[in-house]
C-alpha cells in the first residue's frame, strides 16, 4: 500500500530543486529480500547537484517540527506512510556521484498473514 502521489512529490522536487541542463529523473520499486523479511524499496533520483548538508541534515531528522515552516511536502509524505506503517517505515536522503536519492522502505505485504497489497 503506497500513498497515491506519494512518490510524484519527489519527482516535483527534483524538477524544481535541479540545477540547469537536462534532467534524468529516475523512480524505481524493487522488492529486497527473502522469504518473511522483504521489503519494498520506493527511490526516487535524479541526475542534479544533490542535497546541501544542510539539508540532508533537515530532511533526514526524525524531529518533524523542523518541517513547520519547510519541507512540508516531505513532511506530509512521512506522516501518510506513518499513518500505514508506524515505525517500520525508513527513510533515506543521499547524495550519489549520479545525483541526490530520496528513498522509502516499507514492509512487503503477506497475503497468507491477511495483510493487504494495493
Same mark, same amino acid.
Given at each position: 500500500m503506497i500513498p497515491p502521489l506519494s512518490l510524484?512529490?519527489? %519527482?516535483?522536487? $527534483?524538477?524544481?530543486?535541479?540545477?540547469?541542463?537536462k534532467a534524468l529523473i529516475t523512480v524505481? &520499486?524493487?522488492v529486497l529480500g527473502e522469504g518473511e523479511k522483504r521489503f519494498v524499496d520506493l527511490t526516487v533520483q535524479d541526475n542534479g547537484d544533490g542535497f546541501s548538508e544542510e %539539508?540532508?541534515?533537515?530532511?533526514? &531528522?526524525?524531529d518533524d517540527k523542523i518541517y513547520a515552516e519547510s519541507h512540508v511536502g516531505l513532511r506530509n509524505i512521512r506522516h501518510r506512510f506513518r499513518l500505514i506503517y508506524g515505525d517500520k517505515v %525508513?527513510? &533515506?536522503?543521499?547524495n550519489t556521484p549520479r545525483?541526490?536519492? $530520496?528513498?522509502?522502505?516499507?514492509?512487503?505485504?503477506?497475503?497468507?498473514?491477511?495483510?493487504?497489497?494495493?
Open positions: 510524484s512529490t519527489f %519527482v516535483e522536487n $527534483s524538477c524544481k530543486h535541479r540545477g540547469s541542463g524505481r &520499486a524493487s %539539508v540532508l541534515r533537515e530532511i533526514n &531528522a526524525e %525508513v527513510f &533515506a536522503f543521499y545525483g541526490p536519492v $530520496s528513498e522509502i522502505i516499507i514492509p512487503y505485504p503477506d497475503r497468507e498473514r491477511g495483510e493487504k497489497r494495493q
